[in-house]
């Protein structure tokens, strides 16, 4: 089969004839129809996360944002048959330790991040292999295209996760959403759907613009904006509710910090880069003196799609929406080094392989 395998950090992916996977007893191998580029993508191509043991190693496949059709399954999986359409959660769980047990497979105690580890070769290929199918394979509803599902196991439920199930959104609540990615977008378009008047903060026009096409009701440019924090504060009349730091680098992080109000939420979804490497400096004594909240979130458990599916079907939900284009195979690594200087827009999938 086809596949984008990474040879050398930084460097052009190579596009490679390798071995098709064959079931594990518990698995299942899905032919993949469609699979997001993103930025988590860029960050194991730059090998970033060596301080989470996470740096990816030449040979490895990457692209963990795939919806396909299952091929093959073991002999132990039972609720998993051949020509299911699926998504594939990019935190694979083993639904076994307490955590799975207790509804969190998204912080697996034995977490496999697909296409970052050998153990769980990426779906930037023809074909990919899904440990403990049962439990990570999620059937798409009837009547969905691959393409606009692509984004489904990243970035879209990532931002459900953090919005609809993390933060406490009321109705009418503001909520600033600090870099305006895949992620970002993702989750401007469901703060909007959970009935949130959301601020869009990024450093383009096309991406702001985008936002409020996706329901945010005003968008701040942070590069003609010397205070940013200050400028969400007077939008939201004295700070949002919730704030999202949707990209992982510092000045987003303590910016989205900043523009809470009082009782005030953030929310931290990026994983951060070689600058940062896992710490950022925040304004504590601020942050206890208005009581402000400081939330982790990844991913989301396969067990919740179904919330997802259902505002979907009513039309609340359009994660097509933040799909920006369809590419092939051979265009992925033109995708990641664009990403460097956040040159693209929404999500773009690949589709021909």
């Known amino acids: 089969m086809r596949a984008a395998v990474l040879e050398e950090h930084g460097e052009p992916l190579s596009i490679e004839d390798v071995d098709a996977p064959d079931p594990a007893p518990e698995g299942a191998v899905v032919e993949v129809e469609a699979c997001g580029v993103c930025r988590s993508d860029w960050h194991g191509w730059q090998g970033d996360w060596g301080w989470l043991d996470l740096e990816t190693q030449p040979g490895q496949i990457l692209g963990h944002e795939p919806a396909g059709r299952v091929v093959a399954v073991g002999d132990e999986v039972d609720s998993v048959s051949e020509g299911d359409h699926v998504a594939v959660p990019f935190n694979l769980g083993d639904g076994a330790c307490p955590r799975c047990q207790r509804g969190h497979s998204n912080i697996c105690e034995n977490v496999m991040p697909l296409g970052f580890i050998e153990q769980a070769q990426g779906a930037f290929a023809e074909q990919l292999h899904v440990p403990t199918a049962d439990h990570n394979l999620v059937e ?5 295209s691959s393409v606009d599902m692509a984004g489904l196991g990243c970035r879209f439920m990532t931002s459900f996760h953090a919005l609809a199930h993390r933060a406490d959104i009321g109705a009418g609540d503001w909520v600033s959403i600090h870099g305006c990615g895949g992620v970002g977008l993702s989750a401007v378009h469901i703060a909007d759907a959970l009935g949130a008047n959301v601020v869009a903060v990024d450093l383009t026009d096309d991406k702001l613009e985008k936002a409020r096409e ?13 205070d940013v924090p200050g400028e969400v504060q007077a939008i939201t009349d004295g700070g949002a509710q919730v704030s999202m730091d949707a990209l992982g680098i510092a000045t987003t992080c303590q910016n989205s910090v900043l523009s809470l109000d009082a009782h005030g ?11 940062e490497q896992g710490m950022i400096h925040l304004p504590t004594d601020a942050m206890t003196m208005q009581e402000i909240e400081f939330i982790g979130s990844l991913g989301m458990p396969p067990t919740r799609y179904d ?10 939900l359009e994660p097509e929406k933040v799909v920006s284009e369809t590419i092939g195979l051979e265009d ?3 995708k990641l080094a664009a990403m460097t200087d956040y040159e693209t827009v929404g999500i773009p999938v690949i589709d021909e392989f």
């Open 140 to 144: 798409l509803p009837d009547g969905v």
């Open 214 to 226: 996706l329901g945010a009701v005003e968008g701040v440019n942070a590069a003609d904006i010397e």
């Open 265 to 275: 939420q953030h929310i931290q979804v990026g994983l951060t880069t070689q600058d």
């Open 307 to 316: 919330e997802i599916f259902r505002m979907v079907s009513t039309g609340k």
């Open 332 to 334: 992925v690594s033109d």
